[in-house]
């Protein structure tokens, strides 16, 4: 067994055992019972408590390293995580109750490990130590489970975004989108209707000033396994988008192919999706951004359906607004076949 699951299997092991209670966003104000106040500090945002000695050398250098990993499929360089270093002198107020804490401490009576803990000081926090009798171990140790280690937050990141989801969903949408495909989904409050084509298409949006978060629902018959191999996939998506009109008279969105999307497939809470990632721009004009879509099979109604979601941000980053799209399909729920059977009655 390698040093990395075992890094994996004991984080994920005492989180278990500490439980995992409601997580929100730092901005929320409400908490889940605990009498703490909401964890604070914005999204994607890791606070390192490590001494001097450490972070100027070899183990501030793999710190730096680990957390500045690009994430993949957006316009340009993002870190994985925004990382900020504080001295554990100054672990207190509002740092302390901070969402994502990771702990490096280096001294000869330390065992190479890690624990972590959650809500500690405040709800919805998370809280990692990582301890080593020297700098050296402690390097090798980060930069061998960097992968583990980056997850863990991110997963927290999801957590706090599927609860407050759920507990401020846009109830209009909620409803619209059950109508049209028959599954639940909570898009959270802000989002609206762009139109809809037929019973087989329906666009909304998040839009701020300067970007858009925009999510295309369409489904189509099912005719076969090869549905879910990419060129079908891309192939789908060009004929459904296609109606996602662009500022300029004639543009309309399509799929990026200099730059080939990338499928996987993956089981999300029991369900089979094939997750597609890649880039979108517009046919006679100048827009484009990340895109990433699920495609499902509905055998209720021998029908593939696809939660298309696209990102437009020219300005700032593109990370939160992404992963804000990608946290929507943990929501998703189909109704089970006796459900099903009883709406058609």
Not at 75 to 95: C, H, K, T, W
Not at 163 to 185: A, P, Q, S, Y
Request: aromatic content about 10%; some cysteine; hydrophobic content about 35%.
């Amino acid at each position: 067994m390698t040093m990395g699951r075992n890094f994996l299997n004991k984080l994920v092991g005492m989180l278990i055992v500490i439980g995992a209670g409601v997580v929100l966003i730092g901005c929320d104000s409400s908490t889940i019972g605990t009498g703490k106040q909401a964890a604070g500090g914005a999204p994607y945002e890791l606070i390192a408590v490590v001494e001097k000695p450490q972070w100027e050398g070899p183990v501030g250098d793999t710190l730096r390293e680990v957390f500045a990993q690009p994430v993949d499929y957006v316009n340009q360089y993002e870190p994985r995580l925004d990382l900020m270093r504080v001295m554990g002198s100054a672990f207190e107020g509002f740092i302390k109750v901070h969402r994502n804490v990771l702990f490096v401490t280096v001294a000869p009576d330390k065992p190479l490990g890690t624990s972590a803990v959650k809500e500690r000081y405040s709800d919805g926090q998370l809280i990692v130590y990582v301890t080593a009798p020297n700098d050296e171990a402690m390097a090798a140790y980060l930069s061998e489970n960097k992968e583990e280690l980056v997850k863990a937050f991110e997963d927290a990141e999801r957590e706090r975004a599927i609860r407050l989801n759920k507990k401020h969903k846009e109830g209009v949408m909620v409803d619209k989108i059950k109508k049209m495909f028959g599954f639940h989904i909570d898009l959270p409050r802000g989002y609206t209707s762009r139109g809809t084509s037929g019973d087989s298409l329906l666009v909304t949006s998040f839009e701020y000033p300067l970007a858009t978060q925009g999510i295309a629902i369409y489904s189509y018959p099912y005719t076969g396994k090869s549905d879910f191999e990419r060129d079908n996939l891309i192939k789908q998506r060009n004929n459904f988008v296609k109606n996602i009109p662009g500022p300029s008279d004639g543009s309309y969105m399509k799929t990026v192919d200099v730059y080939t999307p990338e499928v996987k497939y993956k089981r999300i809470n029991g369900r089979f999706w094939a997750e597609m990632r890649g880039f979108w721009d517009l046919e006679g004009d100048f827009m484009g951004g990340p895109m990433l879509s699920w495609s499902t099979l509905d055998t209720e109604n021998n029908r593939v359906v696809c939660i298309d979601c696209y990102v437009f941000s020219p300005k700032h980053g593109q990370r939160d607004l992404l992963r804000g799209l990608e946290h929507l399909i943990y929501s998703v729920e189909f109704p089970t076949a006796e459900e099903a059977a009883e709406v058609k009655k």
